[in-house]
């Protein structure tokens, strides 16, 4: 962006962005630019979710089945990573969850291994982090967010301690209560 706008550099731009998103705040806009799967995209609130889904052009929610979500998972933090290990880890075989996820192009082939018979190595694509509202990998919540985050759910639901532990953290629009103005999923 810096590049393209004869900026010194990408602080400049990234200072000029927090002035844009303040702007943006003061008016009450219904947009933000947003910082993901390191680039910026401009994305509508939460607030206005409910109205966007009612257009045609909107894309539907992506939703993935418990299989596809772990399989998902153990590719996002163990990768780059083979097919057997992600089945050792589940314990079934995952080669049409697999292939489900890379035609969603949540999953792609990075490289192969070394190991006998070099099978495929597997990894996110950049459509996981923007899915997923991460900038980069090292966003993934750790063993000790998770703890917490099991913890405070029992005091309150997933989707409230999520909003307020970690507002980058990707939930379904429709689990937070429109009067919230919360993370933003939605792009124009």
């Given at each position: 962006?810096?590049?393209?706008?004869?900026?010194?550099?990408?602080s400049e731009a990234r200072t000029l962005i927090r002035h844009l998103?303040?702007?943006?705040?003061?008016?009450?806009?219904?947009?933000?630019?947003?910082?993901?799967?390191?680039?910026?995209?401009?994305?509508?609130?939460?607030?206005?979710?409910?109205?966007?889904?009612?257009?045609?052009?909107?894309?539907?929610?992506?939703?993935?089945?418990?299989?596809?979500?772990e399989t998902l998972a153990v590719i996002a933090y163990r990768q780059?990573?083979?097919?057997?290990?992600?089945?050792?880890?589940?314990?079934?075989?995952?080669?049409?969850?697999?292939?489900?996820?890379?035609?969603?192009?949540?999953?792609?082939?990075?490289?192969?291994s070394e190991e006998l018979g070099r099978p495929y190595l597997y990894?996110?694509?950049?459509?996981?982090?923007?899915?997923?509202?991460?900038?980069?990998?090292?966003?993934?919540?750790?063993?000790?967010?998770?703890?917490?985050?099991?913890?405070?759910?029992?005091?309150?639901?997933?989707?409230?301690?999520?909003?307020?532990?970690?507002?980058?953290?990707?939930?379904?629009?429709?689990?937070?209560?429109?009067?919230?103005?919360?993370?933003?999923?939605?792009?124009?």
């Open positions: 962006m810096a590049q393209y706008a004869n900026l010194a550099d990408g998103n303040e702007h943006y705040d003061r008016l009450g806009r219904a947009f933000r630019v947003e910082q993901v799967a390191g680039g910026f995209q401009l994305m509508t609130r939460r607030l206005f979710s409910s109205w966007l889904r009612r257009l045609g052009h909107v894309p539907p929610e992506l939703r993935l089945s418990a299989p596809a979500l780059p990573t083979p097919r057997a290990d992600i089945e050792a880890i589940r314990g079934v075989n995952c080669g049409e969850v697999i292939r489900q996820l890379m035609e969603r192009d949540l999953v792609r082939i990075g490289s192969r990894n996110t694509t950049k459509r996981f982090l923007q899915l997923f509202g991460l900038v980069n990998l090292d966003d993934l919540p750790r063993a000790r967010e998770m703890r917490a985050w099991a913890a405070a759910s029992l005091e309150t639901s997933p989707q409230q301690h999520l909003a307020t532990a970690n507002p980058n953290l990707p939930l379904p629009v429709d689990s937070f209560s429109p009067a919230t103005d919360e993370p933003y999923t939605e792009s124009t």
